[in-house]
C-alpha cells in the first residue's frame, strides 16, 4: 500500500476535496435528472393533447427482463464496492466484470425492445409523439448507461496498488452511486411510461 | 514554479492531475490553465470579444431599420452576397438579430459575466485555493470557448446562420424548407448550444461545490459577500434550468433531421403537405421557457451580486438588509421557475392558468422591489465615492428600475395580449436584462481590474464610457416602448413596406444614431481595458478599502491564493464606517478582540463568553475617562 502523505484521505485538506467531488457527483444526478423530469412533463403536456396521443400500446415484456438486469447489476456493483473495503482485489474485479456484462445485457434487452416496438407498429417516427418519447426516454437512458459502463470499465482497469485503500474505496464509492442513480432512474422511467401505459 | 514551491499549502488542494514540480510553461500558464483566476480572465475577455461582434451585428440591422431604402456600397464589401447592391437581405437581417441575441444572452451575460465572476470571485472570497475541481474548470471554458467558435462559424456556410429568433421556435426553426437559415446555420446553432449547456454544466457543478464546501475557516453561510450568495443562486439556477433545454433541444434536432413530429403539424410548404402529423409547437414554447425565464434571472443574479457589494464598498455604509438581500435572491430564483407561462399569453392558453401565471409573475417583483429599494437605502446618506464601478452601479439600478416597471405592465395579461411581440418588449427585456446585466458586468469590470491584473484603468475613461452609453442606452431603449405601443411588431425587415409603421421612420434613424454612438463608445472600453493591462497605474493591495478576502491577497496573483496558511474569518463584510472604528471600513480578517471600541452586543451572536469580555473592557474603558478627567 502506498503511504504518500498525498495519498492520505484522513488528512483534512484532502478530506474536504473528496467531499467536494462527492457533492459535485450529487450536483450531475440532480442536472441528468431534470432532463428526465422535463421530458416527463413534456410527454404529459404533448398527450393531454388529444384523446388520439398516448402510448395504446401494451409496452414489451423485455423492459420486464431489463429492470431485472439492470437491479442485479446494481447488487453485483454494491458487492464490488464491499469487496472494495475489504481489499479483496481480485472478488472485486470478477464482480466488476460481472456488473459490465450485465449493463451489456441491458442495453441488448432495451434494443430488443425497441425490436419489439417497432414490430407492434410504435414506430419512433410517428404522429402520435408519445410513443416516439418511449424511444427518447430509453435512448437518453441508453447514452447515460454508456457512460455508465465506461465508469465500470474505469473503476476494472483501476491500478488499486498505486494508491491507497481509502483512496480506492473512495472511488468505487463514487462510481457505485453513478450506477445506482442510472438504476433507480431506469425504474422512475419504466414506472412513468406503465402508469401511462 | 517559483509559485510551486513557496507554496507548500497551495499544493493541497490541488486535484490529481497537477504535475507538481513542472515549469510552467505558456501553454499552461495562459491556454490549458486550471488556475481559477486565469480561467476568469478567459471568459472575460472571450465574453468582451463576442459582446463587440454582437454589437457589430446590432448596427448591422439598426441601418437596416433606419434606411432601408437606401444602399450602403460598404457593405456587399465584406457581407458579400447577403447584402448584394449594399442592401442587407430579408434573411439575412433575420440572421442578424436571432445571432446578436443568441450571443448577447448566452455567451456574453450568461458564461461571459457568471464565468468571469464566478471564477475569480468564488474562491477569493470565500478563502479557497481553487474551484473543487480546476481540470472540470478548464474543461468548462474550453467547451465555451469551442461553442463560440461554432456558432461564428455559422455565418460562413452557404446558406447562413440561424434565423429563427432566439428563442429558436418551431416549426420556423424545424424545416430547413422555411428559411433558409433553417438548415445547415440551424443545426450549428443546435450544436453550439448543446456544447455551451455542457459548459454551463460543468462550470455550475463547480461552483456550488466549491461555495458549499471550500469556505475557509469562519466563512459561515452568513458572513458570505452577497456575490457569493448571487453567484451560488445563479449556478443552482442554471443546473436546474439548463437541462430542460437539452430536452427541448434534442426533441427539435429529432423533429429536423429524422422527421418526428414532436413539434410539427398541419404543415404546408410551398403547396405540398409535409408528412409530420400530431405535434405541438406550444409543446417547445413551455420547454424553452421552462429554461427561459430562469435564464434571464441567471443573467441578472451576478449583476445583482455585483453591484451590491460595489454599492456598499463606495457608499462606505453596510448593505442594507443583508437578510433581506439574500432571501430576495432566493424567493427570485424559486419564482423564476414558476412563471414562464408569462412569455404564452397568446398562445391560446386558458384564461384562468393565464391568471395564475400573472399572479406569480406580479409576486415576483415583490422581491426584485425589495432589492431596489435595498440599494438606494444603502446609497442614501452613504459617504460616496463615484468610482467608475459605482456609477455603472447606480446605471445599473437605474436601468432595473425602469425595465422593471414595464415588466409589471406586461405582466398583466390583458395589457400583454396587446403589446406582446412589438418592440414594448423589446424595450422591456433589454432595460431590465440587457443595459441593467451589461452595466452590473462592467461595474464588476472596473471593480476588480486591479484583482484580475494588478493595475487600475483609467477613470476619465470611465466616466466618458459610462456617460455616453448610458445616455444612448435610454436613448436607443425608451423610443421603442412608444412603438411598441403604437403596435409596431419586433423583427420587421422594413418599416416602408406598412403604412401605419412609416410615420416610425424618423424615430428609427435616432435610435440608430444613438445606437452608433453608444456603440463607440465601448471603444473607449476596450481600450482602457487592453491598454491599463500593461500601462495602467499600478494597484495598490486593497484599492478600494474593501472587506472582502480577495483584497488580502498579494498582489501579484500567485497559484493558490494565499501564500502560508489560508485566511480566518472573523466577521460579516459589511463593516463599513462603524462607529467607534478609527477606519471607516474593518476587513473580514479581522477578529473583534483587535476592535473593542466599536463592538457592539449584537455582534458576538449571544456568545455570552465574549459578551462578558466586552462589558469588562466597557467599564474599564469608564474608569480611564474618569481618570483622565
Ligand atoms: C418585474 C418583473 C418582471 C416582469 C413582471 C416581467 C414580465 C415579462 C413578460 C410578461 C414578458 C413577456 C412579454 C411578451 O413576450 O409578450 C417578458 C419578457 C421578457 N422579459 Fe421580463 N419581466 C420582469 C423582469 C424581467 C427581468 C428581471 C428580466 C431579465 C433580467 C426580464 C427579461 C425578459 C426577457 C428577455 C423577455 C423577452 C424574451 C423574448 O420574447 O425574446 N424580465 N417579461
Ligand atoms: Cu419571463
New binding site residues.
Given amino acids: 500500500m502506498n503511504t504518500h502523505p498525498e495519498n492520505n484521505i484522513e488528512d483534512p485538506a484532502r478530506a474536504s476535496a473528496f467531499k467536494a467531488k462527492r457533492f459535485a457527483l450529487w450536483l450531475f444526478i440532480i442536472a441528468s435528472f431534470m432532463i428526465f423530469a422535463s421530458l416527463s412533463s413534456g410527454f404529459i403536456v404533448y398527450t393531454a393533447g388529444g384523446i388520439d396521443k398516448g402510448i395504446k400500446i401494451i409496452l414489451p415484456k423485455a423492459f420486464i427482463t431489463s429492470t431485472v438486469v439492470i437491479i442485479a447489476s446494481s447488487i453485483t456493483v454494491h458487492m464490488a464496492l464491499l469487496a472494495t473495503r475489504k481489499g479483496e482485489s481480485m472478488k472485486r474485479k470478477i464482480l466488476l466484470a460481472l456488473s459490465v456484462l450485465l449493463g451489456l445485457g441491458f442495453f441488448a434487452s432495451q434494443f430488443h425492445a425497441w425490436q419489439v416496438l417497432v414490430e407492434q407498429g410504435a414506430f419512433f417516427i410517428n404522429n402520435n409523439a408519445s410513443q416516439s418519447f418511449i424511444y427518447v426516454f430509453t435512448g437518453f437512458h441508453l447514452v447515460h448507461i454508456f457512460a455508465g459502463i465506461i465508469v465500470l470499465l474505469f473503476a476494472f482497469f483501476r491500478p488499486l496498488n498505486k494508491y491507497s485503500l481509502s483512496q480506492n474505496v473512495y472511488n468505487m464509492e463514487l462510481s457505485a452511486m453513478f450506477w445506482h442513480f442510472l438504476d433507480i432512474l431506469w425504474i422512475y422511467i419504466y414506472v412513468f411510461l406503465l402508469l401511462n401505459q | 514554479m517559483a509559485t510551486t514551491t513557496t507554496l507548500p499549502a497551495a499544493d493541497y488542494n490541488h486535484n490529481d492531475h497537477h504535475d507538481h514540480g513542472h515549469k510552467e510553461t505558456f501553454i499552461t500558464k495562459y491556454v490549458f490553465t486550471q488556475d481559477h483566476k486565469m480561467i476568469a480572465k478567459q471568459f472575460l475577455i472571450t465574453g468582451i470579444i463576442m459582446a463587440f461582434i454582437a454589437l457589430f451585428l446590432s448596427i448591422l440591422f439598426r441601418l437596416q431599420l433606419a434606411w432601408p431604402e437606401k444602399d450602403f456600397p460598404i457593405l456587399e464589401v465584406f457581407l458579400g452576397k447577403w447584402a448584394e447592391g449594399g442592401r442587407i437581405k430579408p434573411e439575412f437581417f433575420l440572421a442578424l438579430v436571432t445571432i446578436h441575441?443568441t450571443i448577447m444572452?448566452f455567451f456574453v451575460l450568461t458564461a461571459g459575466l457568471s464565468g468571469t465572476f464566478s471564477n475569480l470571485l468564488i474562491p477569493l472570497q470565500i478563502g479557497a485555493r481553487d474551484m473543487a475541481a480546476p481540470f472540470m474548470n478548464m474543461l468548462s471554458y474550453w467547451f465555451f470557448f469551442v461553442a463560440c467558435v461554432v456558432m461564428l462559424a455559422s455565418f460562413f456556410v452557404e446558406s447562413g446562420p440561424a434565423s429563427a429568433?432566439?428563442?429558436i421556435y418551431p416549426p420556423l426553426s424545424a424545416l430547413p424548407t422555411a428559411i433558409s437559415g433553417s438548415g445547415t446555420g440551424m443545426t450549428l446553432w443546435l450544436i453550439s448550444i448543446g456544447i455551451f449547456i455542457a459548459s454551463q454544466v460543468m462550470g455550475g457543478i463547480n461552483y456550488i461545490s466549491t461555495i458549499l464546501n471550500m469556505r475557509t475557516k469562519g466563512m459561515s453561510l452568513w458572513r458570505m459577500p452577497l456575490t457569493i450568495w448571487a453567484l451560488l443562486f445563479t449556478a443552482i439556477l442554471g443546473l436546474l434550468s439548463f437541462p430542460v433545454l437539452v430536452s427541448a433541444v434534442v426533441l427539435l434536432f429529432f423533429d429536423r433531421s429524422m422527421g418526428t413530429s414532436f413539434y410539427l403539424s398541419d404543415i404546408i410548404v410551398q403547396g405540398q403537405i409535409l408528412a409530420h402529423e400530431g405535434g405541438s409547437p406550444i409543446l417547445f414554447e413551455h420547454l424553452f421557457w421552462f429554461l427561459?425565464h430562469p435564464e434571464?434571472?441567471i443573467?441578472?443574479l451576478p449583476s445583482f451580486g455585483i453591484v451590491s457589494e460595489v454599492i456598499s464598498i463606495n457608499s462606505r455604509k453596510p448593505i442594507f438588509g443583508y437578510h433581506a438581500m439574500v432571501y430576495s435572491l432566493l424567493g427570485i430564483s424559486v419564482l423564476s421557475f414558476l412563471v414562464w407561462g408569462?412569455?404564452m399569453?397568446?398562445t391560446g392558453m386558458s384564461p384562468f392558468l393565464g391568471g395564475v401565471f400573472m399572479i406569480t409573475?406580479?409576486i415576483?417583483?415583490v422581491p426584485?422591489a425589495v432589492k431596489v429599494f435595498n440599494y438606494i437605502a444603502t446609497i442614501w446618506r452613504g459617504n460616496i465615492r463615484f468610482t467608475p464601478a459605482m456609477v455603472f452601479s447606480i446605471g445599473m439600478v437605474s436601468f432595473?428600475i425602469s425595465?422593471?416597471i414595464t415588466?409589471?405592465f406586461?405582466?398583466n395579461a390583458a395589457i400583454?395580449i396587446q403589446?406582446?411581440?412589438t418592440y414594448f418588449?423589446v424595450a422591456?427585456?433589454h432595460l431590465?436584462?440587457g443595459s441593467?446585466?451589461i452595466f452590473g458586468m462592467l461595474a464588476g469590470v472596473y471593480h476588480w481590474y486591479p484583482k484580475m491584473f494588478g493595475r487600475m484603468m483609467n477613470n476619465r475613461l470611465g466616466y466618458l464610457h459610462f456617460w455616453i452609453t448610458f445616455v444612448g442606452a435610454y436613448f436607443v431603449f425608451i423610443p421603442m416602448h412608444f412603438m411598441g405601443i403604437d403596435g409596431v411588431p419586433r423583427r420587421y425587415y422594413a418599416f416602408t413596406s406598412f403604412e401605419f409603421m412609416e410615420k416610425w421612420l424618423s424615430v428609427n434613424v435616432f435610435i440608430t444614431w444613438s445606437a452608433i454612438i453608444a456603440g463607440l463608445a465601448q471603444v473607449a472600453f476596450a481600450w482602457n481595458f487592453f491598454h491599463s493591462m500593461k500601462h495602467g497605474k499600478l494597484a495598490t493591495q486593497n484599492p478600494w478599502g474593501a472587506n472582502t478576502l480577495e483584497w488580502t491577497t498579494p498582489i501579484e496573483r500567485i497559484h493558490g491564493n494565499w501564500p502560508g496558511e489560508l485566511p480566518t474569518v472573523h466577521r460579516w463584510p459589511y463593516d463599513y464606517s462603524k462607529p467607534g472604528h478609527s477606519e471607516d471600513f474593518i476587513p473580514q480578517t479581522v477578529p473583534y478582540s483587535e476592535t473593542m471600541s466599536s463592538n457592539l452586543p449584537h455582534d458576538f451572536e449571544g456568545n455570552p463568553e465574549a459578551e462578558k469580555i466586552q462589558r469588562e473592557w466597557e467599564a474599564q474603558q469608564l474608569v480611564v475617562d474618569e481618570e483622565s478627567k
Fill in positions: 441575441g444572452v429568433g432566439w428563442t427561459g434571464v434571472y443573467v441578472i408569462h412569455h399569453f397568446v409573475t406580479l415576483i417583483a426584485s432595473f425595465g422593471g415588466g409589471l406586461v405582466g400583454d403589446v406582446h411581440d418588449i422591456h427585456f431590465v436584462m441593467a446585466a
